[in-house]
């Protein structure tokens, strides 16, 4: 059987780079899934994908409070969904460092909520976690079995987390790193963050000593929709086949936006204040063999990364000329 590739730019069901085969997916009964955190980069990612496919109800936070139990349970049972898809998070380091109680309710509690319905009701669920486990070992990619160090509350709540979902057998938990557009101006994500002082002419400190392994949101949602038509369960990395630092990652974006950054090389040791994991390369290929799939490189993800920006920049020009109403 050949192996196909989920990556490159645009959406998933219109691939025209780095296509291989084409992809099928049996839809069969429409599965009805839950998608906790479906305001957030990721979460939007998984409804575009997903909806197509399946009866897709999103919650984004001002629908449903994952720390309110009564209320989890409630729209749980009123929907009773076939897979529940959890991708609420907090993923700010500060936020979690401050209010650790917060932390654990969000990314512990509410997996641990979900578990347990999944499990009462017989049904599936994945957990969407994180890469910050590792550090000290630069470009390594790091397979599922590693050791692994818990350097903030972040890590800690986000493994724990891990933990109340592979307490079910029929749950997937998913190691990650995503980027991506939000469109929130207040809350750039790393990619809009970039793209925008690249093109500004900011002068930037590029990290040359922080590695990790990113996959855009979208990429990570075909993945997902692919996991789910394999019914794949237990823990799997998903991220791209390299490591590549911050500098690197930032430098080769700036030559996709034919720009000249003006820089200077920096270490993250050089951050105050909240330790970091950095050396977050995974191994994906456990993955890549169970879904019988490619992992992006980095020109793949670069490339996906910039379809995503093009298309972004449509729709927010169409809708400043008034094309949608």
């Given amino acids: 059987m050949r192996k196909i590739v989920l990556w490159g730019g645009g959406k998933c069901a219109k691939l025209t780079i780095y296509l291989l085969g084409k992809i099928e997916f049996k839809v069969g009964d429409r599965l009805k899934i839950a998608i906790l955190g479906a305001s957030g980069m990721l979460g939007k990612a998984l409804v575009k994908e997903l909806s197509p ?3 897709v109800t999103g919650f984004k936070h001002s629908d449903l409070d994952v720390t309110d139990s009564t209320t989890l349970f409630t729209k749980l049972n009123t929907l009773m969904p076939d897979l529940i898809i959890n991708a609420a998070a907090i993923v700010n380091l500060a936020v979690c460092e401050k209010n650790p109680s917060l932390s654990y309710l969000v990314n512990t509690r509410a997996q641990s909520l979900v578990t347990e ?24 990619l790091h397979t599922e079995s590693d050791s692994i160090r818990l350097v903030n509350e972040y890590a800690r709540t986000k493994y724990l987390g891990e933990c109340a979902a592979l307490a079910y057998s029929r749950s997937l938990v998913l190691r990650t790193n ?20 690249l093109l500004t002419g900011e002068k930037l400190t590029l990290f040359t000593d922080f590695y990790t392994s990113p996959l855009t949101a979208q990429q990570l949602a ?17 991220a791209g086949n390299f490591a590549v630092s911050k500098a690197e990652f930032i430098l080769q974006l700036a030559s996709k936006l034919a720009v000249k950054p003006a820089f200077n090389e920096g270490s993250v040791k050089a951050v105050t204040g909240i330790r970091r ?15 019988n799939i490619k992992m992006p490189t980095l020109d793949e993800v670069l490339a996906a990364l910039m379809a995503e920006y093009i298309d972004e920049r449509s729709v927010n020009l169409a809708l400043r000329a008034g094309d949608f109403h």
């Fill in 178 to 197: 995503i980027i991506g557009f939000r469109g929130d101006k207040t809350r750039p994500t790393f990619a809009e963050w970039a793209i925008k002082s």
């Fill in 53 to 55: 496919h399946y009866e």
């Fill in 277 to 291: 994991a950095e050396s977050l390369g995974l191994d994906s290929s456990a993955i890549a063999a169970a879904l």
């Fill in 117 to 140: 319905f999944a499990r009462g009701q017989g049904v599936r669920c994945i957990y969407i976690s994180t890469d910050h486990y590792y550090t000290g070992d630069r470009q390594k």
């Fill in 222 to 238: 075909c993945l997902v929709h692919k996991a789910i038509e394999a019914k794949l369960s237990g823990l799997y990395n998903a």
